[in-house]
């Protein structure tokens, strides 16, 4: 498997599958291609054989410099639980030491998304405690608008290992 970084020659593959990829939930508003235009050197991508096998995009906070945020991270059905997304993940990590360290790292995702809950907690996030809680998940409620919930993650980095 290729890892590269992402271009915004990606955006109509990764738009084409998005929402299949997420078991048919429309997600694909949600990535609009200025992410693809201007997050180049903070975003990436695995292929394999010219097949996409999985995404990230994330940028460096431009308001808050020592604070970077994963926006978005797809893996293709066929390839989870193959470590897609940890390398993905790894690669976010060290570029954005690059311009700063320590850096803490945000993301969220949705409460109906376990996967990811799970994942995120595997890989060193935490969970910033929000004013609910469900199935003993702490809550965002309304954090991306009314009846967007979020759960809301945190990693704060200083050296890759």
């Not at 999985?54 to 470590?83: C, K, M, N, T």
């Not at 690669?91 to 311009?99: G, I, N, T």
Request: glycine share 6%.
């Amino acid at each position: 498997m290729q890892l590269r970084h992402l271009q915004e020659s990606d955006y109509p593959v990764i738009i084409s599958v998005l929402n299949d990829w997420w078991g048919g939930r429309p997600m694909s508003d949600m990535l609009p291609r200025l992410f693809f235009r201007h997050f180049e050197d903070t975003s990436f991508i695995v292929e394999e054989e010219d097949r996409l096998v999985g995404f990230l995009v994330g940028f460096i906070s431009p308001s808050h410099r020592q604070e970077a945020y994963i926006h978005f991270v797809g893996v293709h059905p066929d390839y989870r639980a193959q470590g897609v997304a940890r390398r993905l993940y790894q690669q976010f990590e060290e570029r954005v030491l690059k311009q700063f360290e320590p850096v803490t790292i945000r993301c969220v995702t949705s409460p109906v998304n376990k996967s990811s809950i799970a994942f995120h907690q595997k890989v060193g996030f935490t969970i910033i405690p929000g004013s609910v809680v469900q199935e003993g998940i702490s809550i965002h409620p309304d954090y991306d608008g009314q009846g967007q919930d979020r759960v809301v993650f945190q990693k704060t980095i200083s050296c890759i290992e």
